[in-house]
Every structure is written in C-alpha cells, then in structure tokens.
C-alpha cells in the first residue's frame, strides 16, 4: 500500500511559480513510474506530466510543456511539479499518482492517488 500527500499549492498572480511536492509512504515508491494530473469543477481529470521510475525519463502535456518539470527524489520517497510562468487556466486541483509499472508516458493505469492540492492563478 502507497499513500500519497500533495502539498505546495496555493494562490498566485499569472507569470508566478509554485512547486508541488508528493510525499509517498511505503517502500515501493521508487520502483514504479508517476506524475500528475489536474482537474477543475465541470472536467475529466486531465494528464499533466509523468516521470520514469528512475527519473530519467518525461513526458508532458502540451499544455505545460516548456513551463512544468517533474522530477523525484527517491532517497526522500518524493516527487515534484515545478510550475512556472503559471497562468490563470493552471487553476485546478492538482493529484499525484503512481502506476505499477516502470515507465507510463501517460499514466494510464493508476494505482494510487493523492487527496489533491489547490493551484489558483490570478489574473
């Protein structure tokens, strides 16, 4: 079992950065591919980025793409969405996720998921 924690959101002004953090429990974290997704009121929950078990590999969303990076720390069980020149469609609620496999380029098979965190981006 993996329970994940987000943390990090919170309310910023368009063109300004935050950084998400996903801690995990369990000794598996390091094992398996994740990423993250995002979603507001009204809308599937959509693909942000996703990140190889070993974190050598990336992929993501064409709407982030330039703007986002992802990466993991598996000494500390922990991964990251570095978010910057943030823009007003950004704002949602923003899950990590993990997958049992090493590599899903666009996570399509979920394991677990995060509680979520709230990214607001002013105009």
């Known amino acids: 079992q993996v329970q994940l924690v987000e943390s990090g959101g919170g309310l910023v002004q368009a063109g300004g950065s935050l950084r998400l953090s996903c801690a995990a429990s369990?000794?598996?974290?390091?094992?398996?591919?994740m990423g993250w997704f995002r979603q507001t009121p009204g809308k599937e929950r959509e693909f942000v980025a996703a990140?190889?078990?070993?974190?050598?590999?990336?992929n993501y969303a064409d709407s982030v793409k330039g703007r986002f990076t992802i990466s993991r720390d598996n000494a500390k069980n922990t991964g990251y969405l570095q978010m910057n020149s943030l823009k007003p469609e950004d704002t949602a609620v923003y899950y990590c996720?993990?997958?049992?496999?090493?590599?899903?380029?666009?996570?399509?098979?979920?394991?677990?998921w995060g509680q979520g965190t709230q990214v607001t981006v002013s105009a």
């Open positions: 369990g000794r598996t974290f390091s094992s398996y591919a």
């Open positions: 990140i190889s078990w070993s974190g050598l590999t990336t």
């Open positions: 996720a993990t997958t049992p496999s090493r590599w899903d380029p666009r996570l399509s098979n979920i394991k677990y």
